[in-house]
């Protein structure tokens, strides 16, 4: 019985979470890596996707599950490891986690701008996906703060990979990832902003997000009374669907400051009110 027992405890502190699928990966949580983890992420992602261990095809799965990012040999890994530095020099309360990809860390100066009271830990990696939000989560990303709120953006570029996993996945990605840090932070307010719309209407990327948020709303996230689900696809498109330009740069996908305030404004009030 004290095996057993010990098994049980073994098992709920190696996963974070009941992912749908477990991979090969050697070390599913914690900081530092072993020597066997780093050589592991750094295969190329598609080598370690849900279902390469036993040679299946499981697209519906890889937003789902933990996958560490990568590009430019260990450049990802760098990334999340500046990350944890970072992390582990703020350690104890914050007033904000800012969680996501690109559109997340570049809030930047905008930040401290619209926000110059708040003390914010922000963790976004450009490129990132929902699985490597996921893997980042349980590999020290956020380990030993105690942000009063958390805000989520996630999910653009899982929009690359629709075409193989489906946007019901996509969206499954996002609500895991909510699921997380629920988990990791039960008393932190949790805003989940909505993929914001990139490109133009009739594109199969901007159509997908579309459909992602939609199948977002079936999920019903904001269930939880300590999450809200913002969305912000009015305020950064026209009546007839187009974005707003001056609120984007040239790529259609980012923000310009201008974009940043306006995410600000709508922000502001959902944080203060935790």
Same mark, same amino acid.
């Given at each position: 019985m004290k095996t057993?027992?010990?098994?049980?405890?073994?098992?709920?502190?190696?996963?974070a979470l009941d992912y749908p699928h477990q991979t090969a990966e050697p070390q599913k949580t914690g900081w530092p890596l072993t020597a066997e983890e780093r050589a592991y992420i750094l295969k190329a992602e598609y080598e370690r996707r849900p279902g390469s261990e036993?040679?299946?095809?499981?697209?519906?799965?890889?937003?789902?599950?933990?996958?560490?990012?990568?590009?430019?040999?260990?450049?990802?890994?760098? @990334?999340?490891?500046?990350?944890v530095k970072? +992390?582990?020099?703020? &350690?104890?309360?914050?007033? *904000? /986690?800012?969680?996501g990809d690109s559109i997340t860390i570049q809030w930047g100066e905008s930040w401290k701008k619209l926000f110059p009271d708040l003390?914010?830990?922000?963790?976004g990696i450009g490129g990132d996906k929902?699985?490597?939000? @996921?893997?980042?989560?349980d590999?020290?990303? +956020?380990?030993?703060? &105690?942000?009063?709120?958390? *805000? /989520?953006?996630?999910?653009?570029?899982?929009?690359?990979?629709?075409?193989?996993?489906?946007?019901?996945?996509?969206?499954?990605?996002?609500?895991?990832?909510?699921?997380?840090?629920?988990?990791?932070?039960?008393?932190a307010p949790l805003v989940l902003a909505k993929i914001l719309p990139a490109h133009a209407p009739g594109v199969p990327f901007y159509e997908d997000i579309k459909k992602t948020n939609a199948a977002l709303d079936s999920l019903?996230?904001?269930?939880?009374?300590?999450?809200?689900?913002?969305?912000?696809?009015?305020?950064?498109?026209?009546?007839?669907?187009t974005q707003k330009k001056e609120l984007f740069t040239p790529d259609n996908i980012h923000l310009s400051p201008a974009g940043y305030a306006v995410y600000a404004e709508k922000l502001k009030p959902l944080l203060a009110a935790q």
């Open positions: 057993t027992a010990a098994l049980l405890c073994f098992s709920t502190s190696l996963f036993s040679q299946k095809h499981l697209p519906q799965l890889w937003p789902q599950v933990p996958s560490a990012g990568h590009f430019g040999g260990d450049a990802w890994l760098k @990334l999340h490891e500046a990350h970072n +992390v582990q020099a703020n &350690q104890g309360p914050i007033d *904000v /986690l800012l969680v003390k914010a830990v922000n963790i929902t699985q490597n939000v @996921l893997w980042r989560l590999h020290g990303g +956020v380990e030993g703060l &105690q942000p009063k709120a958390i *805000v /989520l953006m996630i999910g653009n570029n899982n929009m690359f990979f629709t075409p193989e996993t489906g946007v019901e996945a996509a969206a499954k990605g996002i609500e895991m990832c909510v699921k997380n840090l629920r988990e990791k932070f039960p008393s019903k996230l904001d269930s939880d009374p300590k999450v809200r689900v913002l969305d912000l696809w009015k305020d950064f498109t026209n009546a007839d669907g």
